[in-house]
């Protein structure tokens, strides 16, 4: 009796998930911009950030070394652009080849930029602050702080208004950035309604697209109480996703797994832990290809990037290449004076193993401009 009472609760169960999923889905259809964020926190310090980078066409990425000391036009074309200097280095990847998408510094922080259709950045009202291009957010970041709750003060000030320019496909810039360093800490940046939003802590691990934060985290809520095991919402709108991710990235090993470190590389937790860590976004990422022309926003992982705070290595992992590559960011120069460097990534370029030497000197992007129409 006991166990066809337990049956019967948990079918009620799944059935209220499943009508939460298609309650979800239904809200969602027209929110369907993809991209995911995860931070993995494990034995022995590991901490590791991995994201999709999921958009509807190529965007002609590459990977860019940039040194301390660089001088900055946080709005190009725009007379009252934030200007500033470098103090950190990054390792950062672009988008079209005019702003930072994605990226870790030499102090481990990491700042990834996903969309956002909800986001509005207001006006300023006094007319007095520095203007900030959003293909700039995420470096501006990078370049100026070392650590989460050091961004966090520094953001939640305002020093900038925000203007989000049309992107070079047509679309709208609406995004929202997240951050995360060695530490395990997490923050999620958001404009809605005109008003900076804020969520600060380490339990602020994933994210993904529509709707805004708070609202993905009411739905997540309502998951926890959900076995995972045995039921997940399986479509790739931004809710569900959000929820596998929730899931899988807690349900992966902590520390070394007998079961499966033989079959690692050199046998390290370190390898296992990103290995699990790229097997989470790969299953949460969307088969290239996959369009739909009555939903224009839904989009395949073009690519895929981890990143180990711990040894401040980048793992890159693209959906058109056989290969993931890696840079230790100690095999780069940082240093003041020292070469901007790329590595070409877009046109079919591939990569194996340690790249760090294949960088080349290049002109670095500039920032997609303020008013750009």
Known sequence: MQQRFKSMSTKRSYIAAAALMTAVTVIGAD?????????????????????????????????WVFPQGMTRDGAPGIKNGIQWTSKYGSLVVSGYESGTADGMNEAGLVANLLYLSESEYGDDKSGKKPILTIAAWAQYVLDNFGSVAETVKGLQAEPFHIMAPILPNGKGAQLHLSISDPSGDSAVFEYVKGRLVIHHGSEYRVMTNSPSYAEQLAIQAYWKNINGMNFLPGTINAADRFVRTSFFIDAIPKQLDKNTINAVPSATYENQAIASVMSVMRSVG?????????????????WRTAYDHKNKVFY???????????????????????????????????????????????????????DAK
């Open 316 to 370: 890159f992992d693209s959906a058109t290449s056989p290969n993931t590559f890696w840079v230790p960011l100690s095999d780069l120069d940082f240093r003041k004076g020292a070469a901007v460097k790329k590595l070409t990534i877009a046109g079919g370029k591939v990569y194996a193993g340690n790249a760090a030497s294949k960088f080349e000197p290049a002109e670095p992007f500039k920032f997609l401009s303020a």
């Open 31 to 63: 929110n369907l911009e993809a991209c995911t964020r995860a931070v993995y926190i494990g034995a022995s310090n590991m901490v590791i950030t991995g994201r999709t980078m999921d958009w509807g066409e190529d965007i002609f990425s590459n990977a």
């Open 286 to 302: 969307v088969p290239l290809g996959v369009t739909d022309p009555d939903k224009p926003n839904l989009s395949s992982t073009l």
